[in-house]
């Protein structure tokens, strides 16, 4: 009796932990589907131009969830920014997508040239982002990465990898998260101060397609680079590359630079 009692306490100390485990990983998954529920909420109603909110308040709701997840899981590999991503090799991945950046952005302004109506949607942009950066286009050109980040650690990072786990076809997560970056500016007459501007330009119509198809476009080759290299700072250099380079050539010629 006396060496199966030591016996029979091991395994009951052994069910013990095994039923904590159980309740933590039960609570994690609630959590876990509870923050995917909410990011997908507020990507579809609670946007900028959807919901109202910009600024500050928007700039937290991107942020949130995944350094809410980040915080949870201790998993940075997750969100695309894991040991890996600071490396030289990586370094080298980054340089090589924001060349690609560089020159999906001088295509962009090539093919646009034909059809000068796209190009107004790009003098909109700091009107779009005036919360943030006032009346200063300098200010706007050099927050073009940060704002980048904040995008990217949501609809790549967090959003695009959750739809991979549970779709189970990168695929159709790279294009639904793009598809709801590119909706949160189906709504951009919803801002009245946007309203104002783009009903001065000569096609208001045709610009506010060129911002929803550009942000698509842009949105969804962002999602093969991050797919591809796990790491979010690539995603985050071609889309950084891609819009400077726009702007830093089309503002000067417009004497907004």
Not at 142 to 160: C, D, K, M, S, T
Request: proline share 4%; aromatic share 10%.
């Amino acid at each position: 009796m006396s060496d199966r009692r030591p016996l029979m306490t091991a395994e009951a100390a052994g069910l013990a932990s095994e039923g904590r485990a159980l309740v933590v990983a039960d609570r994690f998954d609630r959590i876990d589907r509870l923050c995917f529920t909410a990011a997908i909420a507020y990507g579809i109603w609670g946007s900028p131009f959807i919901g109202g909110v910009r600024g500050t308040p928007a700039i937290v709701g991107w942020l949130a969830i995944p350094v809410l997840r980040l915080l949870l899981t201790r998993r940075g590999e997750e969100l695309g920014l894991g040991r890996a991503v600071w490396t030289a090799r990586s370094a080298a991945t980054v340089v090589r997508w924001g060349g690609v950046g560089v020159a999906s952005g001088l295509l962009f302004l090539g093919v646009a040239t034909m059809v000068p109506a796209a190009l107004e949607f790009v003098f909109a942009l700091p009107t779009l982002h005036r919360g943030a950066v006032g009346d200063s286009i300098v200010l706007f050109v050099v927050l073009i990465p940060a704002a980048h980040f904040v995008h990217e650690l949501f609809y790549r990072g967090y959003l695009q990898s959750q739809l991979v786990a549970r779709l189970a076809s990168p695929a159709n997560a790279i294009m639904l998260a793009a598809l709801l970056y590119a909706w949160t500016h189906v709504f951009i007459f919803s801002a009245s101060e946007v309203g104002a501007v783009l009903s001065q330009v000569r096609e208001p119509s045709s610009t506010l397609q060129g911002v929803i198809i550009f942000s698509f476009v842009e949105s969804l080759v962002g999602g093969i680079a991050f797919h591809c290299t796990k790491n979010l700072l690539s995603t985050i250099a071609f889309r950084a590359a891609n819009l400077t380079t726009i702007v830093v050539v089309l503002y000067p010629r417009a004497g907004l630079l």
